[in-house]
C-alpha cells in the first residue's frame, strides 16, 4: 500500500493546503493528514484536537484519507504510519530552500522520500500565518478556508 502523509500545524487549514491534498491524493493509496500536537514555535495554537476536527469533517466522505494528531518528528511519525513519502507544499523559493534540506534530513535520518508540490498561482499568497492576522483584525477570511465538496 503507497502511504503518504501531509504534516503541519493547519492553524488555521486553507484552502491551499486542501489543494495540496487534493492533487496528492490520485499518488496514494492512504494519504495521512498529520496535526501538529506539540509545535514549541507556535505555543498559542488551538488544540491538536481542535485542529483536526474541521479537517476531518472535511475528508469525512473519502476513505483514502486520514486525520491524526502527532508528537515529535515528522519522519517519526511517517515511519509509525508506514509511510513511505512525506508530501509538502512549495509557495516560494524560500519555501523551496527550506522544505529542500528538511527533505534531505528525512532521507538521511529515515529513508523517507519527500513529495514536493508547487502552489497553484492563484493560492500563491495564501498562508495560515496571514490569514490569523487578518481574522485577528476582523477580516472575513472564510473564502480562504476549504468547504466541504469530495
Excluded: C
Amino acid at each position: 500500500m503507497r502511504t503518504g502523509i501531509f504534516v503541519g500545524s493547519f492553524n488555521p487549514f486553507t484552502i491551499g493546503h486542501d489543494s495540496i491534498v487534493r492533487r496528492a491524493l490520485p499518488l496514494f493509496d492512504r494519504l495521512v493528514i498529520g496535526v501538529v500536537g506539540d509545535n514549541v514555535h507556535k505555543p498559542d495554537m488551538p488544540s491538536a484536537e481542535e485542529r483536526m476536527k474541521a479537517i476531518i469533517d472535511l475528508y469525512s466522505d473519502e476513505p483514502r484519507i486520514e486525520v491524526k494528531s502527532y508528537q515529535g518528528l515528522a519522519i517519526d511519525f511517517a515511519k509509525a504510519e508506514k509511510a513511505q513519502f512525506i508530501v509538502k507544499g512549495v509557495r516560494t523559493v524560500s519555501d523551496f530552500e527550506h522544505e529542500q534540506w528538511q527533505a534531505d534530513f528525512n532521507r538521511k535520518l529515515g529513508g523517507i522520500e519527500t513529495i514536493l508540490l508547487y502552489t497553484e498561482p492563484e493560492l500563491a499568497s495564501v498562508s495560515s500565518s496571514a490569514l490569523r492576522e487578518l481574522a485577528h483584525f476582523g477580516v472575513d477570511i472564510s473564502s480562504y478556508l476549504p468547504k466541504k465538496s469530495l
